[in-house]
């Protein structure tokens, strides 16, 4: 048996369902220490991309996990947010919508599938520090992140949200639909057996209903001061 060392890289593991603020959370943390981030929801949806492009259903365990290792995908930064490419083609449009987010949650019930991905999850650990964001990163990928958060929000609240940020991406979006599809996979990415979206015990949880982006912000940077001093 092998004993890995434990990472002096601190990590904010920030968990939780599609609306709760997590995406905007981590980008202002990030600006606000300096830190790199992860958006373990990108790469879910470009490997589905990936997966559909070149026709493997979820149950072609070889042909998923061969794909990995293909390495085809890839990310890069830009002023308007993570840019997501998929065999040199930037899909970010084409994955961030509600289709990429119920394509993703198909193949990432995949137990192959997470295992492939977690690898490189865990390689974005990197000095000075880590903000992960996803659905397992307190749980699962990061389980000794100093620093755990558990987002929530009442299921009326997070689809109102993420109708006004995919209309002002230009999707052309119904917001009872939206209910629908969030609550199909809420359901899906709880119910799957491996890494299901579950706060850690011991993160901090913290309902966004009623609570702007700032303050959301300030509560957590309170846990990262506490961490540090
Ligand atoms: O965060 P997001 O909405 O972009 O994620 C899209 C889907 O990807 C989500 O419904 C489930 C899956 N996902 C996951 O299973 N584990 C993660 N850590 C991140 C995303």
């Known amino acids: 048996m092998t004993i890995e060392p434990k990472s002096t890289v601190p ?7 599609s609306g709760t603020g997590k995406g905007t959370v981590a980008a202002h943390l990030a600006e606000r220490l300096g830190w790199h981030i992860l958006d373990s929801g990108a790469l879910y949806r470009a490997f589905a991309y990936l997966a559909t492009q070149r026709g493997l259903s979820a149950d ?8 990995e290792r293909t390495d085809l995908i890839r990310f890069s930064s830009a002023p308007g947010g ?4 998929v065999a040199g083609r930037n899909v970010t449009d084409a994955v961030r919508g509600e289709e990429g987010g119920r ?5 990432a019930a995949v137990p192959a599938v997470r295992s492939a991905l977690l690898v490189r999850q865990r390689a974005a650990r990197r000095l000075p520090g880590l903000i ?4 397992d990163m307190g749980t699962v990928v990061f ?21 006004k940020q995919l209309m002002e991406k230009g999707f052309d979006v119904n917001l009872a639909r939206l209910e629908e599809e969030i609550a199909r996979r809420d359901y899906q990415d709880i119910h799957r ?5 579950i706060a850690a015990d011991d993160a901090h949880v913290v309902d966004t209903s009623e609570k702007g982006i700032k303050d959301v912000v300030c509560e957590v940077m309170q846990l990262v001061h506490a961490y540090m001093n």
């Not at 072609?60 to 794909?67: R, W």
């Not at 992140?145 to 299921?155: C, E, G, H, N």
Request: aromatic share 8%.
């Open 143 to 163: 389980p000794d992140a100093p620093i755990k958060v558990f987002l929530d929000a009442t299921p009326g609240v997070r689809a109102k949200r993420r109708y």
């Open 132 to 135: 992960a964001d996803g659905r």
């Open 60 to 67: 072609d365990i070889g042909g998923l996990t061969a794909l």
């Open 103 to 107: 394509t993703a949650s198909v193949y």
């Open 193 to 197: 057996t491996q890494s299901p979206l």
């Open 82 to 85: 993570v840019q997501i490419w």
């Open 11 to 17: 990590v904010i593991a920030i968990d939780g369902p």
